[in-house]
């Protein structure tokens, strides 16, 4: 499956962002869907993710400020971004995945190309 992700942007700290992730190429509601993120000079980590059929999983520090949801009827995932906060400056990723855990990032077979959010303080 490809993977395309739109939506990030500068954003002043307690601002929001949509991020969008759209797939083709395979059936995309049997996929599990992921976003990951990567900040300078740290290692990519978890941010939230939902299989096909349970509710979304969220890393600690993003929980009650992020929502991810998923379309597939228009084979695509969502994030959005509340309450943003400077340490979420990162390049983010969706990730598509068939089995495994959601929160591992070598469980998924696809990546997007990464969508830069900057959170100004």
């Known amino acids: 499956v490809q993977l395309q992700a739109s939506g990030g942007g500068l954003v002043q700290a307690g601002g929001s962002l949509r991020l969008s992730c759209t797939a083709s190429?395979?059936?995309?509601?049997?996929?599990?869907m992921g976003w990951f993120r990567q900040a300078p000079g740290k290692e990519r980590e978890f941010v939230a993710a939902?299989?096909?059929?349970?509710?979304?999983n969220y890393a600690d520090s993003v929980k009650g400020r992020f929502t991810l949801s998923r379309d597939n009827a228009k084979n695509t995932v969502y994030l959005q971004m509340n309450s943003l906060k400077p340490e979420d400056t990162a390049v983010y990723y969706c990730?598509?995945?068939?089995?495994?855990?959601?929160?591992?990032?070598?469980?998924?077979?696809?990546w997007g190309q990464g969508t830069q959010v900057t959170v100004s303080s």
């Open positions: 990730a598509a995945g068939l089995s495994g855990s959601l929160r591992e990032a070598r469980d998924y077979d696809s």
């Open positions: 939902k299989s096909w059929s349970n509710n979304p």
């Open positions: 190429g395979r059936t995309f509601s049997n996929y599990n």
